[in-house]
Protein backbone atom coordinates (compact mmCIF):
# COMPACT_ATOMS: atom_id res chain seq x y z
CA UNK A 1 0.00 0.00 0.00
CA UNK A 2 1.17 3.42 -0.58
CA UNK A 3 2.10 5.31 2.23
CA UNK A 4 -0.62 7.99 2.92
CA UNK A 5 0.99 11.98 2.92
CA UNK A 6 0.08 14.35 4.92
CA UNK A 7 -1.48 17.68 4.93
CA UNK A 8 -1.37 19.98 7.68
CA UNK A 9 -4.07 23.03 7.44
CA UNK A 10 -4.30 26.09 9.13
CA UNK A 11 -7.30 28.41 9.20
CA UNK A 12 -7.99 32.04 9.67
CA UNK A 13 -10.78 34.48 10.39
CA UNK A 14 -14.76 33.46 10.02
CA UNK A 15 -16.26 29.98 10.84
CA UNK A 16 -17.08 29.14 7.16
CA UNK A 17 -13.31 29.67 6.49
CA UNK A 18 -13.26 26.49 9.32
CA UNK A 19 -15.55 24.24 7.04
CA UNK A 20 -13.69 25.01 4.22
CA UNK A 21 -10.78 23.88 5.71
CA UNK A 22 -12.76 20.32 6.47
CA UNK A 23 -14.19 20.18 2.73
CA UNK A 24 -10.30 20.58 2.28
CA UNK A 25 -9.27 17.80 4.48
CA UNK A 26 -12.18 15.62 2.86
CA UNK A 27 -11.95 16.09 -0.73
CA UNK A 28 -7.49 15.17 -0.32
CA UNK A 29 -8.60 12.41 2.26
CA UNK A 30 -10.22 10.97 -1.27
CA UNK A 31 -6.21 11.46 -2.77
CA UNK A 32 -4.44 9.61 -0.03
CA UNK A 33 -3.72 12.37 2.17
CA UNK A 34 -4.03 12.31 6.18
CA UNK A 35 -3.54 15.17 8.26
CA UNK A 36 -1.44 15.83 10.48
CA UNK A 37 -1.05 18.57 13.29
CA UNK A 38 2.45 19.42 13.06
CA UNK A 39 3.51 21.47 9.82
CA UNK A 40 7.17 20.46 10.07
CA UNK A 41 5.52 16.99 8.78
CA UNK A 42 3.72 17.56 6.22
CA UNK A 43 4.19 16.87 2.05
CA UNK A 44 1.13 19.69 1.58
CA UNK A 45 0.33 23.27 3.68
CA UNK A 46 -2.20 24.84 3.46
CA UNK A 47 -3.12 28.44 4.68
CA UNK A 48 -6.42 29.26 4.88
CA UNK A 49 -6.86 33.00 4.76
CA UNK A 50 -8.83 35.92 6.03
CA UNK A 51 -8.84 39.04 4.20
CA UNK A 52 -11.51 40.88 6.41
CA UNK A 53 -8.91 43.46 8.51
CA UNK A 54 -4.95 44.66 7.98
CA UNK A 55 -4.07 42.71 10.31
CA UNK A 56 -5.69 39.34 10.00
CA UNK A 57 -4.48 39.51 5.64
CA UNK A 58 -1.00 40.42 7.32
CA UNK A 59 -0.64 37.14 9.07
CA UNK A 60 -0.51 34.81 6.50
CA UNK A 61 3.21 36.30 5.43
CA UNK A 62 4.55 36.07 9.06
CA UNK A 63 3.26 32.62 8.70
CA UNK A 64 4.67 31.97 5.45
CA UNK A 65 8.13 33.33 6.54
CA UNK A 66 7.69 30.54 9.29
CA UNK A 67 6.58 27.74 6.23
CA UNK A 68 9.44 29.18 3.89
CA UNK A 69 11.45 27.75 6.68
CA UNK A 70 10.30 24.52 7.40
CA UNK A 71 9.92 24.13 3.57
CA UNK A 72 13.53 24.46 3.24
CA UNK A 73 14.32 22.16 6.65
CA UNK A 74 12.06 19.09 4.48
CA UNK A 75 14.52 19.64 0.91
CA UNK A 76 17.22 18.96 3.54
CA UNK A 77 16.01 16.00 4.63
CA UNK A 78 15.64 15.00 0.64
CA UNK A 79 11.44 15.49 1.01
CA UNK A 80 9.54 17.90 -0.96
CA UNK A 81 7.05 20.00 1.26
CA UNK A 82 4.42 22.37 -1.59
CA UNK A 83 2.82 25.33 -0.10
CA UNK A 84 -0.86 26.93 -0.38
CA UNK A 85 -2.45 29.41 0.15
CA UNK A 86 -6.30 29.36 -0.05
CA UNK A 87 -9.05 31.96 1.10
CA UNK A 88 -10.11 35.16 0.81
CA UNK A 89 -6.68 36.15 0.32
CA UNK A 90 -5.71 34.08 -1.98
CA UNK A 91 -8.79 35.71 -3.85
CA UNK A 92 -7.91 39.00 -3.45
CA UNK A 93 -3.94 39.12 -4.15
CA UNK A 94 -3.70 36.24 -6.64
CA UNK A 95 -0.27 35.88 -8.45
CA UNK A 96 1.08 38.77 -5.72
CA UNK A 97 1.43 36.20 -2.84
CA UNK A 98 4.17 34.41 -5.14
CA UNK A 99 6.29 37.41 -6.05
CA UNK A 100 6.01 38.73 -1.89
CA UNK A 101 6.26 34.97 -1.06
CA UNK A 102 7.88 32.77 -3.48
CA UNK A 103 8.40 29.77 -1.53
CA UNK A 104 4.55 29.29 -2.00
CA UNK A 105 3.61 26.51 -4.77
CA UNK A 106 -0.27 26.89 -5.11
CA UNK A 107 -3.08 29.91 -4.43
CA UNK A 108 -6.47 29.04 -5.11
CA UNK A 109 -9.28 30.73 -3.56
CA UNK A 110 -12.97 30.25 -2.08
CA UNK A 111 -14.32 29.46 -4.93
CA UNK A 112 -12.44 26.84 -6.81
CA UNK A 113 -10.94 24.65 -3.92
CA UNK A 114 -12.57 21.53 -5.06
CA UNK A 115 -10.19 22.17 -7.86
CA UNK A 116 -7.19 21.31 -5.55
CA UNK A 117 -6.23 17.98 -6.30
CA UNK A 118 -5.75 19.53 -10.68
CA UNK A 119 -3.75 22.49 -8.53
CA UNK A 120 -1.42 20.01 -6.90
CA UNK A 121 -0.70 17.67 -9.99
CA UNK A 122 -0.40 21.21 -11.87
CA UNK A 123 2.16 22.35 -8.90
CA UNK A 124 3.66 19.19 -9.46
CA UNK A 125 4.32 19.13 -12.94
CA UNK A 126 4.75 23.32 -13.98
CA UNK A 127 6.20 24.41 -10.53
CA UNK A 128 2.97 26.74 -9.50
CA UNK A 129 -0.51 26.59 -10.22
CA UNK A 130 -3.03 29.74 -9.43
CA UNK A 131 -6.75 29.81 -9.61
CA UNK A 132 -8.99 32.83 -8.65
CA UNK A 133 -11.37 32.82 -11.01
CA UNK A 134 -15.34 32.79 -10.18
CA UNK A 135 -15.93 29.39 -11.89
CA UNK A 136 -19.53 28.45 -13.24
CA UNK A 137 -19.64 25.05 -11.90
CA UNK A 138 -21.32 24.51 -7.66
CA UNK A 139 -18.12 23.50 -6.09
CA UNK A 140 -19.96 21.84 -3.82
CA UNK A 141 -20.69 18.84 -6.24
CA UNK A 142 -17.11 18.50 -6.33
CA UNK A 143 -16.37 18.00 -2.92
CA UNK A 144 -16.01 14.63 -1.22
CA UNK A 145 -18.09 13.77 1.62
CA UNK A 146 -16.79 13.43 4.71
CA UNK A 147 -16.23 10.09 6.15
CA UNK A 148 -18.51 9.08 9.30
CA UNK A 149 -15.21 8.73 11.50
CA UNK A 150 -14.23 12.25 9.94
CA UNK A 151 -17.66 13.54 11.51
CA UNK A 152 -17.52 11.73 14.37
CA UNK A 153 -13.92 13.39 15.46
CA UNK A 154 -15.20 16.62 14.39
CA UNK A 155 -17.83 16.71 17.47
CA UNK A 156 -21.41 17.38 17.99
CA UNK A 157 -21.73 20.49 16.62
CA UNK A 158 -21.35 21.26 13.00
CA UNK A 159 -21.40 23.89 10.39
CA UNK A 160 -23.14 23.69 7.41
CA UNK A 161 -23.21 26.34 4.48
CA UNK A 162 -26.07 27.25 2.77
CA UNK A 163 -25.49 30.45 1.48
CA UNK A 164 -22.36 32.16 0.22
CA UNK A 165 -21.20 35.48 -1.05
CA UNK A 166 -22.68 38.86 -0.66
CA UNK A 167 -24.95 41.46 -2.71
CA UNK A 168 -24.71 44.42 0.09
CA UNK A 169 -21.65 46.33 -0.63
CA UNK A 170 -20.99 47.57 2.85
CA UNK A 171 -18.26 50.41 1.89
CA UNK A 172 -15.40 49.00 4.07
CA UNK A 173 -16.42 44.98 2.90
CA UNK A 174 -13.80 42.80 1.09
CA UNK A 175 -16.43 39.95 1.42
CA UNK A 176 -18.67 40.71 -2.18
CA UNK A 177 -15.02 40.98 -4.38
CA UNK A 178 -13.69 37.97 -2.20
CA UNK A 179 -16.48 35.80 -1.72
CA UNK A 180 -18.38 36.87 -5.13
CA UNK A 181 -21.81 37.22 -5.38
CA UNK A 182 -24.58 35.83 -3.44
CA UNK A 183 -25.37 32.01 -3.97
CA UNK A 184 -27.82 29.52 -2.17
CA UNK A 185 -27.58 25.42 -1.82
CA UNK A 186 -30.44 23.91 -3.02
CA UNK A 187 -32.44 22.46 -0.05
CA UNK A 188 -32.45 19.06 -0.55
CA UNK A 189 -28.55 19.06 -1.07
CA UNK A 190 -28.39 20.97 2.47
CA UNK A 191 -30.89 18.30 3.66
CA UNK A 192 -28.83 15.19 2.53
CA UNK A 193 -25.83 16.60 4.19
CA UNK A 194 -27.36 17.47 7.52
CA UNK A 195 -29.07 13.67 7.50
CA UNK A 196 -25.45 12.16 7.40
CA UNK A 197 -23.95 14.87 10.15
CA UNK A 198 -27.09 13.47 12.01
CA UNK A 199 -26.62 10.00 11.51
CA UNK A 200 -23.11 10.25 12.61
CA UNK A 201 -23.82 12.06 16.17
CA UNK A 202 -24.19 15.70 15.14
CA UNK A 203 -26.72 17.78 17.53
CA UNK A 204 -26.21 21.22 16.37
CA UNK A 205 -26.22 22.81 13.29
CA UNK A 206 -25.02 26.32 12.31
CA UNK A 207 -26.05 27.25 9.37
CA UNK A 208 -23.44 29.85 7.96
CA UNK A 209 -23.49 32.22 5.16
CA UNK A 210 -21.77 35.69 4.66
CA UNK A 211 -25.22 37.25 4.54
CA UNK A 212 -27.36 33.88 5.85
CA UNK A 213 -31.01 35.55 6.39
CA UNK A 214 -30.36 36.43 1.83
CA UNK A 215 -30.75 32.49 1.71
CA UNK A 216 -32.77 32.21 -1.29
CA UNK A 217 -32.15 28.24 -2.18
CA UNK A 218 -34.38 26.25 -5.15
CA UNK A 219 -36.71 24.25 -2.66
CA UNK A 220 -38.22 20.42 -3.57
CA UNK A 221 -40.81 22.30 -5.02
CA UNK A 222 -39.07 24.43 -7.40
CA UNK A 223 -39.92 27.23 -5.35
CA UNK A 224 -37.06 29.94 -3.55
CA UNK A 225 -37.21 28.83 -0.13
CA UNK A 226 -36.14 31.64 2.84
CA UNK A 227 -33.92 30.69 5.53
CA UNK A 228 -37.20 30.53 7.94
CA UNK A 229 -38.76 28.00 5.41
CA UNK A 230 -35.39 25.99 5.61
CA UNK A 231 -35.17 25.94 9.45
CA UNK A 232 -38.66 24.55 9.37
CA UNK A 233 -37.15 21.76 7.48
CA UNK A 234 -34.10 21.02 9.18
CA UNK A 235 -35.96 20.86 12.38
CA UNK A 236 -37.50 17.75 11.27
CA UNK A 237 -33.86 15.86 9.89
CA UNK A 238 -34.41 12.90 13.27
CA UNK A 239 -30.95 13.73 15.59
CA UNK A 240 -31.04 17.50 14.88
CA UNK A 241 -31.82 19.13 18.57
CA UNK A 242 -30.79 22.62 17.46
CA UNK A 243 -30.26 24.88 14.72
CA UNK A 244 -28.37 28.04 15.06
CA UNK A 245 -27.74 30.74 11.70
CA UNK A 246 -24.87 32.96 10.67
CA UNK A 247 -24.12 35.79 9.94
CA UNK A 248 -27.52 37.63 9.33
CA UNK A 249 -28.16 41.15 8.10
CA UNK A 250 -31.07 43.54 9.28
CA UNK A 251 -32.68 44.36 6.73
CA UNK A 252 -32.76 40.56 5.26
CA UNK A 253 -35.23 39.53 8.54
CA UNK A 254 -37.97 38.27 7.20
CA UNK A 255 -41.38 36.72 8.70
CA UNK A 256 -40.53 33.42 8.13
CA UNK A 257 -37.53 33.93 9.83
CA UNK A 258 -39.37 35.21 12.78
CA UNK A 259 -41.72 32.71 13.16
CA UNK A 260 -38.64 29.72 13.12
CA UNK A 261 -37.65 31.28 16.35
CA UNK A 262 -41.64 31.82 17.09
CA UNK A 263 -42.68 28.12 16.49
CA UNK A 264 -39.52 25.90 16.65
CA UNK A 265 -37.97 24.70 19.77
CA UNK A 266 -35.04 23.48 17.84
CA UNK A 267 -33.85 27.36 16.26
CA UNK A 268 -31.98 28.74 19.45
CA UNK A 269 -32.95 31.81 21.33
CA UNK A 270 -29.49 33.70 20.36
CA UNK A 271 -29.11 35.71 17.17
CA UNK A 272 -26.13 36.89 15.96
CA UNK A 273 -27.03 40.70 14.45
CA UNK A 274 -24.27 43.17 13.37
CA UNK A 275 -25.27 46.65 13.35
CA UNK A 276 -21.77 48.55 12.78
CA UNK A 277 -22.62 51.69 14.42
CA UNK A 278 -25.72 53.36 16.07
CA UNK A 279 -25.52 56.78 13.77
CA UNK A 280 -27.86 56.87 11.05
CA UNK A 281 -25.10 59.60 9.42
CA UNK A 282 -22.14 56.50 9.49
CA UNK A 283 -24.52 53.43 8.68
CA UNK A 284 -25.52 55.58 5.46
CA UNK A 285 -21.72 56.12 4.63
CA UNK A 286 -21.62 52.42 5.51
CA UNK A 287 -23.95 51.59 2.69
CA UNK A 288 -25.71 49.41 5.32
CA UNK A 289 -29.57 50.04 3.96
CA UNK A 290 -31.06 50.29 7.21
CA UNK A 291 -31.12 52.98 9.79
CA UNK A 292 -30.90 52.55 13.40
CA UNK A 293 -34.82 53.09 13.84
CA UNK A 294 -35.23 49.84 11.38
CA UNK A 295 -32.87 47.93 13.67
CA UNK A 296 -34.25 48.42 16.62
CA UNK A 297 -37.25 47.15 14.56
CA UNK A 298 -35.97 44.03 13.71
CA UNK A 299 -34.82 43.25 17.14
CA UNK A 300 -38.17 44.05 18.46
CA UNK A 301 -40.04 41.59 16.11
CA UNK A 302 -37.48 39.15 17.08
CA UNK A 303 -38.23 39.53 21.04
CA UNK A 304 -42.14 39.48 20.20
CA UNK A 305 -41.37 35.63 18.94
CA UNK A 306 -39.61 34.87 21.86
CA UNK A 307 -38.96 36.60 24.91
CA UNK A 308 -36.02 34.66 25.72
CA UNK A 309 -34.05 36.02 22.91
CA UNK A 310 -30.59 37.12 23.17
CA UNK A 311 -28.51 38.91 21.27
CA UNK A 312 -24.82 39.75 19.77
CA UNK A 313 -23.56 41.90 17.21
CA UNK A 314 -20.42 43.38 15.05
CA UNK A 315 -18.95 47.13 15.72
CA UNK A 316 -16.68 49.20 13.42
CA UNK A 317 -15.23 52.39 15.76
CA UNK A 318 -13.58 54.68 13.80
CA UNK A 319 -15.25 54.84 10.11
CA UNK A 320 -14.29 57.43 8.21
CA UNK A 321 -16.09 60.26 9.55
CA UNK A 322 -17.24 59.25 12.69
CA UNK A 323 -17.11 61.79 14.95
CA UNK A 324 -18.02 62.28 18.51
CA UNK A 325 -21.48 62.13 18.68
CA UNK A 326 -21.53 59.30 16.33
CA UNK A 327 -19.75 57.32 18.22
CA UNK A 328 -21.96 58.70 21.37
CA UNK A 329 -25.05 57.35 19.46
CA UNK A 330 -23.35 54.01 18.91
CA UNK A 331 -22.73 53.43 22.82
CA UNK A 332 -26.34 54.49 23.31
CA UNK A 333 -27.53 51.97 20.92
CA UNK A 334 -25.53 49.16 23.02
CA UNK A 335 -27.17 50.38 26.29
CA UNK A 336 -30.65 50.63 24.61
CA UNK A 337 -30.45 46.77 23.38
CA UNK A 338 -28.46 45.21 25.92
CA UNK A 339 -26.68 42.35 24.37
CA UNK A 340 -24.85 39.14 25.10
CA UNK A 341 -21.93 39.42 23.82
CA UNK A 342 -20.27 41.50 20.70
CA UNK A 343 -17.37 41.90 18.87
CA UNK A 344 -15.87 44.94 18.04
CA UNK A 345 -13.07 46.39 15.20
CA UNK A 346 -11.31 49.34 14.50
CA UNK A 347 -11.85 50.20 11.00
CA UNK A 348 -9.19 48.80 8.87
CA UNK A 349 -9.45 50.62 4.99
CA UNK A 350 -9.25 47.41 2.56
CA UNK A 351 -7.77 47.89 -0.68
CA UNK A 352 -10.83 48.11 -3.36
CA UNK A 353 -13.82 49.06 -1.43
CA UNK A 354 -14.98 52.53 -1.64
CA UNK A 355 -14.62 53.61 2.20
CA UNK A 356 -10.66 52.92 1.43
CA UNK A 357 -10.78 56.16 -0.70
CA UNK A 358 -12.78 58.36 2.15
CA UNK A 359 -10.75 61.59 3.48
CA UNK A 360 -12.11 61.85 6.84
CA UNK A 361 -10.21 59.68 8.46
CA UNK A 362 -9.96 59.50 12.62
CA UNK A 363 -6.87 59.28 14.27
CA UNK A 364 -5.42 56.05 16.15
CA UNK A 365 -5.74 57.79 19.12
CA UNK A 366 -9.32 58.38 18.87
CA UNK A 367 -10.07 54.36 17.78
CA UNK A 368 -8.42 53.43 20.38
CA UNK A 369 -9.92 55.45 23.21
CA UNK A 370 -13.07 54.39 21.61
CA UNK A 371 -12.74 50.74 20.91
CA UNK A 372 -11.26 50.46 24.84
CA UNK A 373 -15.12 52.75 25.73
CA UNK A 374 -17.28 50.34 23.42
CA UNK A 375 -15.42 46.86 24.92
CA UNK A 376 -15.78 47.78 28.17
CA UNK A 377 -19.39 48.64 27.76
CA UNK A 378 -20.10 45.17 25.86
CA UNK A 379 -17.80 43.31 28.68
CA UNK A 380 -19.95 44.51 31.59
CA UNK A 381 -23.17 43.56 29.48
CA UNK A 382 -21.75 40.57 29.05
CA UNK A 383 -20.66 39.82 32.48
CA UNK A 384 -24.31 40.77 33.61
CA UNK A 385 -25.76 38.24 31.24
CA UNK A 386 -23.47 35.68 32.46
CA UNK A 387 -24.62 36.37 35.95
CA UNK A 388 -27.95 36.28 35.29
CA UNK A 389 -27.38 32.64 34.87
CA UNK A 390 -26.34 31.72 38.43
CA UNK A 391 -28.72 29.86 40.47
CA UNK A 392 -30.68 28.61 37.32
CA UNK A 393 -31.50 25.49 35.76
CA UNK A 394 -30.34 25.87 32.07
CA UNK A 395 -29.83 23.13 28.82
CA UNK A 396 -26.27 22.33 27.94
CA UNK A 397 -25.58 20.26 25.08
CA UNK A 398 -22.48 18.24 26.04
CA UNK A 399 -19.64 18.81 23.45
CA UNK A 400 -16.08 17.15 24.58
CA UNK A 401 -14.37 16.43 27.79
CA UNK A 402 -12.54 19.37 29.12
CA UNK A 403 -9.00 20.42 30.17
CA UNK A 404 -9.90 19.54 33.77
CA UNK A 405 -9.18 16.24 34.84
CA UNK A 406 -13.50 15.00 35.21
CA UNK A 407 -15.25 17.73 33.68
CA UNK A 408 -17.35 17.56 30.53
CA UNK A 409 -18.14 21.01 28.81
CA UNK A 410 -20.64 21.77 26.82
CA UNK A 411 -22.97 24.81 25.37
CA UNK A 412 -25.91 27.04 26.99
CA UNK A 413 -28.81 27.82 23.93
CA UNK A 414 -26.45 31.44 24.72
CA UNK A 415 -23.48 29.49 23.35
CA UNK A 416 -21.88 29.87 26.83
CA UNK A 417 -19.31 27.23 28.14
CA UNK A 418 -20.55 25.25 30.73
CA UNK A 419 -18.93 22.71 32.80
CA UNK A 420 -19.76 20.00 34.97
CA UNK A 421 -18.19 17.08 36.81
CA UNK A 422 -19.72 13.80 34.32
CA UNK A 423 -19.51 11.04 32.83
CA UNK A 424 -18.06 11.17 29.38
CA UNK A 425 -21.44 9.61 28.64
CA UNK A 426 -22.95 12.43 28.50
CA UNK A 427 -21.22 14.00 25.37
CA UNK A 428 -23.93 14.46 22.58
CA UNK A 429 -26.40 14.52 24.98
CA UNK A 430 -28.81 17.93 26.40
CA UNK A 431 -29.51 17.73 29.88
CA UNK A 432 -30.57 20.25 32.80
CA UNK A 433 -27.65 21.49 34.50
CA UNK A 434 -27.83 23.60 37.74
CA UNK A 435 -25.69 26.92 36.98
CA UNK A 436 -23.45 27.44 40.74
CA UNK A 437 -21.28 29.94 39.71
CA UNK A 438 -18.93 31.55 37.00
CA UNK A 439 -15.06 31.87 36.04
CA UNK A 440 -14.27 34.45 33.91
CA UNK A 441 -16.90 33.58 30.57
CA UNK A 442 -16.97 29.67 31.99
CA UNK A 443 -20.28 28.81 33.37
CA UNK A 444 -19.73 26.03 36.01
CA UNK A 445 -22.92 23.89 37.59
CA UNK A 446 -23.88 20.20 38.41
CA UNK A 447 -26.28 18.09 36.42
CA UNK A 448 -29.76 18.65 37.31
CA UNK A 449 -30.29 14.93 37.19
CA UNK A 450 -27.86 13.26 38.96
CA UNK A 451 -27.92 9.66 37.66
CA UNK A 452 -26.02 11.39 34.93
CA UNK A 453 -22.79 12.41 36.99
CA UNK A 454 -21.63 9.20 37.97
CA UNK A 455 -18.12 8.65 36.24
CA UNK A 456 -15.21 11.29 37.40
CA UNK A 457 -12.76 9.39 35.28
CA UNK A 458 -10.95 11.51 33.02
CA UNK A 459 -12.02 10.74 29.33
CA UNK A 460 -9.05 10.57 27.05
CA UNK A 461 -10.56 11.89 23.45
CA UNK A 462 -11.07 15.70 23.39
CA UNK A 463 -12.86 16.67 20.20
CA UNK A 464 -12.39 20.28 18.93
CA UNK A 465 -15.22 22.29 17.53
CA UNK A 466 -14.87 25.24 15.81
CA UNK A 467 -15.18 28.85 16.63
N1 LIG B 1 -12.55 47.15 9.11
C1 LIG B 1 -12.93 46.75 10.35
N2 LIG B 1 -13.85 45.80 10.56
C2 LIG B 1 -14.43 45.22 9.49
N3 LIG B 1 -15.37 44.27 9.38
C3 LIG B 1 -15.59 44.03 8.08
N4 LIG B 1 -14.80 44.80 7.32
C4 LIG B 1 -14.07 45.58 8.18
C5 LIG B 1 -13.10 46.58 8.01
N5 LIG B 1 -12.72 46.98 6.79
C6 LIG B 1 -16.04 43.69 10.55
C7 LIG B 1 -17.55 43.96 10.52
C8 LIG B 1 -18.12 42.62 10.13
C9 LIG B 1 -17.13 41.67 10.77
C10 LIG B 1 -17.15 40.28 10.23
O1 LIG B 1 -15.89 42.27 10.52
O2 LIG B 1 -17.96 44.33 11.81
O3 LIG B 1 -19.44 42.43 10.61
FE1 LIG C 1 -19.68 42.61 4.17
FE2 LIG C 1 -21.73 41.77 5.71
FE3 LIG C 1 -21.88 44.14 4.41
FE4 LIG C 1 -21.99 41.81 3.02
S1 LIG C 1 -23.49 42.59 4.54
S2 LIG C 1 -20.79 43.63 2.47
S3 LIG C 1 -20.55 40.54 4.21
S4 LIG C 1 -20.44 43.58 6.09
Not at 178 to 187: K, Q, Y
Not at 308 to 313: G, L, P, Q
Not at 319 to 341: C, H, M, N, R, W
Amino acid sequence: MKTPRKLHIKSYGCQMNVYDAQRMVDTLAREGFVETARAEDADLVILNTCHIREKASEKVYSELGRMRLAKEEAARDGREMRIAVAGCVAQAEGEEIIHRAPAVDIVVGPQSYHHLPQLLARAERDGKAIETEFPTEDKFTFLAEPKPAAIRARGVSAFVTVQEGCDKFCTFCVVPYTRGAEVSRPVEKIVDDVKRLADNGVRELTLIGQNVNAYHGEGPDGRSWALGKLLHRLADVPGIARLRYSTSHPRDVDDSLISAHRDLPAVMPFVHLPVQSGSDRILAAMNRKHTVREYHDAIERFRKARQDIAFSSDFIVGFPGESKQDFAATLALVTQIGYAAAYSFKYSPRPGTPAAEMQETVSAADMDERLVRLQELIDSQQSAFNRAAIGTTVDVLFERAARNPGQIVGRTAYLQPAHVMASPDIIGEILPVKIKSLERYSLLGELASPEFSRGTAPAASSVSIGA
